[in-house]
């Protein structure tokens, strides 16, 4: 079992539908991210939130919005999402934000499917 | 830009064999270097981090050395097993604070 809980582990959506993906972490960690990962692929840096604020947002569609309503809990609201974007969606956390080697915690991801 | 190369191909040994495997990277000089490894379906799994001022790391069956020099990274299983069998991602620490993942090696061990 992970420290790291995803929920859902599989969603199906259309593209005109508003749904979110919910992360939590109970291991007291102040930076949480999500990534996307394609098949075959290394996950991609979408969003970093260090005690709460978010840092880091590597240029993503704003069809995709975090939130970070408390210090165990990250969100990830999805918009209008298009088929490109169907992906394994992971959710990680560190004790501090990464300047010091902290490693990353990992979720095991939600599958997300777009019609 | 910044790059990060790992064997291309996937790697396939046989068990109680040692698996090396490569991480090569360009273009920046990380002060610290993490691997993980990824199972089918499930988030990657810290394993090991070295530092720049490291040349060698150890934990168990496993085996880590850094060379800013060559700019490369090797992670070693020594007496691999079936249950090693995984991709492993190496991700080099990126200043801007996030770690950039390599595109991983595939590793099969068969018995």
């Known amino acids: 079992d992970t420290e790291v809980t995803q929920t859902p582990k599989h969603l199906v959506m259309g593209m005109t539908n508003k749904k979110s993906l919910k992360c939590e972490q109970h291991?007291?960690?102040?930076?949480m991210y999500w990534y996307k990962q394609k098949a075959k692929k290394p996950p991609e840096l979408m969003f970093v939130?260090?005690?709460?604020?978010?840092?880091i947002n590597e240029s993503v569609p704003s069809r995709f919005s975090p939130e970070c309503p408390n210090s165990s809990l990250l969100n990830l609201h999805l918009h209008a999402l298009q088929p490109e974007d169907s992906a394994l969606y992971l959710c990680?956390?560190?004790?501090?934000?990464?300047?010091?080697?902290?490693?990353?915690?990992f979720g095991d991801g939600t599958r997300l499917s777009i019609l | 830009s910044q790059k990060i190369e790992q064997n291309s191909e996937a790697l396939n040994i046989q068990e109680g064999k040692t698996a090396t495997l490569t991480c090569n990277y360009t273009?920046?000089?990380?002060?610290?270097l993490q691997w993980y490894r990824q199972d089918p379906g499930r988030g990657p799994v810290f394993l090991l981090l070295?530092?720049?001022?490291?040349k060698e790391k150890r934990k168990e069956r496993l085996k880590v050395t850094f060379d800013t020099t060559l700019k490369q990274s090797l992670f070693h299983i020594t007496a691999s097993q079936p249950a090693d069998s995984a991709t492993y991602l190496c991700?080099?620490?990126?200043?801007?604070?996030?770690?950039?993942f390599g595109q991983g090696t595939e590793l099969s061990v068969k018995p």
């Open positions: 990680a956390s560190s004790q501090e934000v990464l300047t010091r080697g902290q490693p990353q915690h």
């Open positions: 291991m007291g960690h102040r930076a």
């Open positions: 939130y260090s005690y709460e604020k978010l840092s």
């Open positions: 273009n920046y000089s990380p002060a610290y």
């Open positions: 070295i530092r720049e001022n490291e």
């Open positions: 991700a080099p620490y990126n200043q801007g604070g996030k770690l950039i």
